[in-house]
């Protein structure tokens, strides 16, 4: 198969082109060519920026592919970009999606793909428009959409940074410090290994089934997030000492590091995966401690794993918690997070 991966550098599209490559696919990457490419083995680099007018279209001129899977489409003009240019030229375009779309609290508890929607913030808004779009074309032009979900998904690539994006959340645990975890820590997750969520774009492409459809690949594995810093401080060979705040305070006096809390985490996250088990053969096989486990070693090799000293953000919320104050005077604070760092999403 000839895919185009648009992407190709991220946490899940390097672990799909990794797949594509191995089985011995023809796969070209479409990036800006900033991220080092983490793929052992023979693959195309395109480079060309979306948010540039004209840039993709000229780096993709005149080529025509089987698949191409974007993993960069985050806006409503994303979307319609991929028609113009795709529609008519490849047999199947796969959207990266997100579990976002659905919102929460959920309606309903396994959450299905047919379950009512309120999505998370822009991020979720902008997704189900682009997944909008993609159906409306779905099968015009001899094109079809697929949409996948993934949940929260991590691995190598990714610095395991919890729920307040503290990427020395592992150096407190080995040192035995408190860390924080939001209300009573009771919330289920699902957390995916990235080799297996790639498994599922991967099972997606040419398969008559996925034509026109959407599905969730999300983990069977679910653990409430007390449970989740227990298997974390296991695997980094230290302790969870879990010191449980309250999400609105959290929200009130952190409103960046605590955003993924207030509109996500903290609502259960409980898929159903029988539609992508059945057309796709989709399973999770790499339990969460295996994954945390993978993901410290890939931390201490790519040197992504910060020190306390580097990052004292969690200090500084329990200390103001427990002087029952509703602001952090501590010069070291920072209220930050890598989703665009805004207050909201």
Known sequence: MRALIIGGTGLISTAITQQLVDRGDAVTVLNRGRTPVRVRGALEVLIGDRREPGSLEAAVKGRTWDAVIDMTAFVAEDGEQLVQVFWGRTAQVVLCSTACVYGGPAVEIPIRETSPRNPFGQYGVNKAAIEKLLFDRSG??????????????????????????????????????????????????????????????????????????????????????????????????????????????????????????????????????????????????????????????????????????????????????????????????????????????
């Not at 898929?271 to 999770?284: C, Q, V």
Request: glycine fraction near 8%.
């Open 140 to 345: 015009q032009q001899g094109t079809v959409a697929t949409v996948l979900r993934p949940s929260f998904t991590t691995g190598e690539g990714a610095t395991a940074g919890g729920l307040l994006f503290d990427d020395a959340l592992v150096s407190r645990m080995r040192a035995r410090l408190p860390v924080v975890v939001m209300d009573d820590g009771t919330t289920p997750w699902a957390i995916a290994h990235v080799s297996d969520v790639a498994r599922g774009f991967v099972a997606s492409l040419g398969n008559p089934a996925a034509a026109g459809n959407d599905y969730h690949l999300t983990s069977h594995e679910h653990v409430d997030w007390n449970g989740v810093y227990r298997c974390l401080a296991g695997a980094a060979g230290g302790i969870a000492d879990i010191v449980h705040i309250p999400s609105m305070w959290l929200r009130r006096v952190a409103p960046r590091r605590s955003l993924g809390v207030w509109f996500i985490y903290r609502f259960p996250s409980v898929y159903d995966n029988h539609k992508a088990e059945r057309d796709l053969g989709f399973a999770t096989t790499v339990s969460l401690a295996e994954t945390f486990s993978r993901q410290i070693r890939w931390m201490e090799d790519a040197g992504t794993l910060r020190s306390v000293a580097e990052e004292p953000c969690e200090d500084c919320l329990i200390d103001a918690w427990r002087a029952g104050s509703d602001r952090i005077d501590d010069p070291r604070w920072v209220d930050f997070n890598p989703w665009g760092n805004h207050t909201e999403n």
